[in-house]
């Protein structure tokens, strides 16, 4: 069964760190392109990091750049997005995507885990 389940979201005052962790079970990250999207309230998803399926890319959004790092470890089967000096406006629900390497219409979404930055 094709799963993808994210997991470390919360609640953090500004300025904090949070890692989000995607597990994939179901098929391999390494034949898939890893994304992580977010949707504020409101607001259209948006994609914020992306990493190729060789793992040798990394892409990010222009207002995360610098603040988001995008990771995966092939063992576990997992891809990380590290988040540090949160601001406000990222709070939002971050959503893990795999889109097929050659096959682009098999995709996948995860059921997204709550990012709340506040003070």
């Known amino acids: 069964q094709v799963q993808l389940v994210e997991s470390g979201g919360g609640l953090v005052h500004p300025g904090g760190s949070l890692r989000l962790s995607c597990a994939a079970s179901?098929?391999?990250?390494?034949?898939?392109?890893m994304s992580w999207y977010r949707q504020a309230p409101g607001k259209e998803r948006e994609l914020v990091a992306t990493?190729?399926?060789?793992?040798?890319?990394?892409n990010y959004a222009d207002s995360v750049k610098g603040r988001f790092t995008l990771s995966r470890d092939k063992a576990k089967n997992t891809v990380y997005l590290q988040m540090s000096s949160l601001k406000p406006e990222d709070t939002a629900v971050y959503y893990c995507?795999?889109?097929?390497?050659?096959?682009?219409?098999?995709?996948?979404w995860g059921q997204g885990t709550q990012v709340t930055v506040s003070s």
């Open positions: 179901g098929f391999s990250v390494s034949s898939y392109g």
């Open positions: 995507n795999a889109q097929h390497r050659r096959f682009n219409t098999i995709v996948y």
């Open positions: 990493i190729t399926s060789a793992g040798d890319s990394t």
